[in-house]
């Protein structure tokens, strides 16, 4: 089994800043993968960005990075230059040797003009 | 691009009543999901389905049952609705382990 521990609930963050979004997780499993998913208000559920643990690179996706410390079991999302649109509930999920993922209770990041 | 829909974006429903939700994919994935999302809880696994016919318990099965005859069909199913059943209802589908699951718009079901 897997948890997850999103312990920021909410986060605000200046237009253009940087924001950082925590995740531990704990796993028996040696291979899996971490996602970063994010949903907007009222709008679908739609994929940040993806890592595989056997990867020691982090995995970066335009303005998006994490900083993945496997022995620490923590995936954090590094969000670079803020937007408005960057507003939103983002939920870290592992996933492991089944196809089910386990999601945290999310961060609600709001992004200020 | 991959789409996922579900039959309601809004459902009103009274206790007791059954209630089905549907979701279907236009991906060709194997896998589909339910999801209950409530706040404070984030996502938590109903039931998903790796096959068709095929079922298996997620984290909070009790009170739902579920149906998958076609590959790209997946229904959620409440029995006898009960006011703790009120709450956003997600459906998700995904093809390989590791990869991303696809999600629905969601459903917002209200139990009276």
């Known amino acids: 089994a897997q948890t997850v521990t999103q312990s920021q609930p909410e986060m605000s963050v200046q237009e253009a800043e940087t924001v950082t979004l925590s995740c531990t997780y704990d796993t028996s499993e040696s291979n899996y993968y971490l996602f970063w998913y994010k949903q907007p208000p009222s709008r679908q559920m739609i994929l940040v960005i993806r890592?595989?643990?056997?990867?020691?690179q982090n995995a970066t996706e335009n303005r998006f990075s994490v900083n993945f410390q496997k022995a620490a079991k923590s995936f954090s999302l590094k969000i670079s230059d803020s937007q408005l649109g960057d507003t939103a509930m983002y939920f870290c999920?592992?996933?492991?040797?089944?196809?089910?993922?386990?999601f945290g209770k999310g961060t609600l990041l709001t992004v200020n003009p | 691009d991959v789409k996922v829909t579900q039959s309601s974006r809004y459902l009103v429903k009274r206790t007791g009543e059954k209630v089905f939700l549907e979701c279907v994919q236009d991906m060709d994935h194997e896998n589909m999901f339910w999801y209950r999302q409530d706040p404070g809880l984030g996502l938590r696994l109903i039931y998903f389905?790796?096959?068709?016919?095929?079922?298996e318990k997620g984290d909070i099965p009790e009170g739902y049952s579920v149906s998958r005859e076609k590959k790209e069909r997946f229904s959620l199913i409440l029995e006898s609705a009960s006011t703790n059943q009120t709450s956003m209802y997600l459906c998700a589908s995904g093809s390989r382990r590791g990869d991303e699951q696809y999600f629905g718009p969601g459903t917002r079901l209200t139990v009276t």
């Open positions: 999920a592992p996933g492991g040797s089944n196809y089910k993922l386990t």
């Open positions: 389905s790796y096959d068709v016919k095929m079922k």
């Open positions: 890592q595989e643990a056997y990867k020691q």
